[in-house]
């Protein structure tokens, strides 16, 4: 089974740009879509982007797209999420998320938070106006 540890997040003005790092350990990573979710306070938690296993493929949720970019280096067992142009609504735990249950991964699967068995613990992003 893979653990799963983010790394990477802080505090930052509107308009700045962070990148958050998970780190797995345990498993075969490049068997896992990878994906980032994140819960502001009072909300539920939610899809924020998504990779194939060889990193192919990549899936945003339409709030990010345009913003963040996610990747994925097999060789380091490293998921990465690059945000830019931050918006104080962007505040919230990110955690990255993997999921190996299927064969493929739809945008619809890769959406769905319960197809997700591994998850790391979260970072805070905190996004100052």
């Known amino acids: 089974q893979v653990q799963l540890v983010e790394s990477g997040g802080g505090l930052v003005q509107a308009g700045g740009s962070l990148t958050l790092s998970c780190a797995a350990s345990?498993?075969?990573?490049?068997?896992?879509?990878m994906g980032w979710f994140r819960q502001a306070p009072g909300k539920e938690r939610e899809f924020v982007a998504a990779i194939t296993r060889a990193g192919g493929v990549t899936y945003y949720a339409d709030s990010v797209k345009g913003r963040f970019t996610i990747s994925r280096d097999n060789a380091k067992n490293t998921v990465y999420l690059q945000m830019n142009s931050l918006k104080p609504e962007d505040t919230a735990v990110h955690y990255c998320a993997g999921a190996a249950g299927r064969a493929f991964y739809t945008s619809t699967y890769v959406k769905t938070e319960a197809e997700y068995g591994y998850w790391g613990q979260g970072t805070q992003v905190t996004v100052s106006a």
């Open positions: 345990g498993g075969t990573f490049s068997s896992y879509t």
